[in-house]
T-cell receptor
Framework: ETGVTQTPRHLVMGMTNKKSLKCEQH?????MYWYKQSAKKPLELMFV???????ENNSVPSRFSPECPNSSHLFLHLHTLQPEDSALYLC????????????FGSGTQLSVL | AQTVTQSQPEMSVQEAETVTLSCTYD???????LFWYKQPPSRQMILVIR??????QNATENRFSVNFQKAAKSFSLKISDSQLGDAAMYFC???????????FGKGTKLTVNP
């Protein structure tokens, strides 16, 4: 048990589907993150929530919609995705502060057909 | 914008031997933090070691140590007495002080041969 749980572990969806990724942290942290990991590319920061407010939106297309209802839960709502959105989506949490380390979940492997 | 470069896409080491993974970064800031993360096949990123830029002393965690050369903007990871369980992707990452953004390199795949 890592403290950060992501569901589902795998997801296959068509381009017209709507789905959601879920992340839950049990560490008492107050910041949560979504990262995208594509093959042969660095991890890309998508969104950051600090104290349940979005503080970073890294030029992510609107077909990705984050939601942070409380400090323990983070969602990524997906709709009308493209095949190039296929990737591993990683959630992380941290205690807001200078240089605090991130704790990651095991990710959702997303395939868009 | 800050960038992190890992010039070795793949490395291999014999069990019980020592290996060094390279990382360079580019920043004009003086207040920042550097990290090495490990990602095994389970996909979960795990922190290996962390270094504050203002500290001259190199961080050490058991068999893992870093060689932090601030002027050269270099942050290499040394793994001593390599074990089969060390096989994974290793990512170098940078975080500016006061920012929530962690910038990663492309990673180095480490293979440990028995």
């Amino acid at each position: 048990e890592t403290g950060v749980t992501q569901t589902p572990r795998h997801l296959v969806m068509g381009m017209t589907n709507k789905k959601s990724l879920k992340c839950e942290q049990h560490l008492g942290h107050n910041a949560m993150y979504w990262y995208k990991q594509s093959a042969k590319k660095p991890l890309e920061l998508m969104f950051v929530y600090s104290l349940e407010e979005r503080v970073e939106n890294n030029s992510v297309p609107s077909r990705f919609s984050p939601e942070c209802p409380n400090s323990s839960h983070l969602f990524l709502h997906l709709h009308t995705l493209q095949p190039e959105d296929s990737a591993l989506y990683l959630c992380a949490s941290s205690q807001e502060g200078r240089g605090e380390k991130l704790f990651f979940g095991s990710g959702t492997q997303l395939s868009v057909l | 914008a800050q960038t992190v470069t890992q010039s070795q896409p793949e490395m291999s080491v014999q069990e019980a031997e020592t290996v060094t993974l390279s990382c360079t970064y580019d920043t004009s800031e003086s207040d920042y933090y550097l990290f090495w993360y490990k990602q095994p096949p389970s996909r979960q990123m795990i922190l290996v070691i962390r270094q504050e830029a203002y500290k001259q002393q190199n961080a050490t965690e058991n068999r893992f140590s870093v060689n932090f050369q601030k002027a050269a903007k270099s942050f290499s990871l040394k793994i001593s007495d390599s074990q089969l369980g060390d096989a994974a992707m290793y990512f170098c990452a940078y975080k500016q002080g006061g920012s929530e953004k962690l910038v990663f390199g492309k990673g180095t795949k480490l293979t440990v041969n028995p």
